[in-house]
């Protein structure tokens, strides 16, 4: 009933989380940590069909997801189930509302929001699918921040 769009509602052969286990841990959605159980091919709010991990972070983790909605592939960042890093995260997301409402042509080198959503208690961030995350860019480029402008 949270959802008034149903776009995809996971591949029947996508192994389930059981709610009756671990009911400590969000109806067993979670690990002890607050990380989501990732699930391929189950879905995110009905509309993100999860393909593959790209990585994990203090904050979350990173899933590489086919957009629905929208018929794109795009990156999903979904935050720990935890009070300290969803308050962070809206933080995070009010700062990326800013930059896209602020850069409406995408010509200032800013990667966007696509759209969010609240899915079994974590925040669920959806971004444009890049080649590398920051980390990796920085990393190849020996640290040097001054490379970023020209890329």
Known sequence: MDYPEIYFIGAPTAQKVQGSAQLEHNYGYDDDKGDYKVINNDHIGYRFEIKSFLGKGSFGTALKCFDHKNGVDVAVKVVKNKKKYYYQAGV???ILQFLKE?????IMNVIHLNDYVIFRKHLCIGFELMS???????????FNVSTMAHH
């Open 92 to 94: 995070e997301l009010k």
């Open 132 to 142: 590398m995350n920051l980390f990796e860019f920085l990393k190849i480029n020996d």
């Open 102 to 106: 602020n850069d409406p042509e995408d």
